[in-house]
């Protein structure tokens, strides 16, 4: 599976952003997509994930201010960000998990896209 995450740039506080993920190569059994940020110096941490069930999962930093959502036929995840702080400026990186029956999992990332927010 091949990640293609597009979307990102340079924004003032209270402005919005789009990303955009979309997923190819063997994508069967593709569960989980998300988004995680890594900001300088931080680890790696969730901003919002959508299961192929449909649930979403944010968190408590993004809550009423971003929303995830999936196409399924797309294969393809976005991530709505609005009301943007500065403090959300960091590197976002799309994410997405398979699963199997038998209960294997393997992870993907995307290459990342810059999101930097002036205040």
């Known amino acids: 599976v091949q990640l293609q995450a597009s979307g990102g740039g340079l924004v003032q506080a209270g402005g919005s952003l789009r990303l955009s993920c979309a997923a190819s190569?063997?994508?069967?059994?593709?569960?989980?997509m998300g988004w995680y940020l890594q900001a300088p110096g931080k680890q790696r941490e969730l901003v919002a994930v959508a299961s192929s069930g449909g649930s979403t999962n944010y968190a408590d930093s993004v809550k009423g201010r971003f929303t995830i959502s999936r196409d399924y036929a797309k294969n393809t995840v976005y991530l709505q960000m609005n009301s943007l702080k500065p403090e959300d400026t960091a590197v976002y990186y799309c994410?997405?998990?398979?699963?199997w029956g038998w209960g294997g999992s393997r992870d993907y990332w995307g290459q990342g896209t810059q999101v930097t927010v002036s205040s």
């Open positions: 190569g063997s994508t069967a059994n593709l569960n989980d």
């Open positions: 994410h997405a998990r398979q699963t």
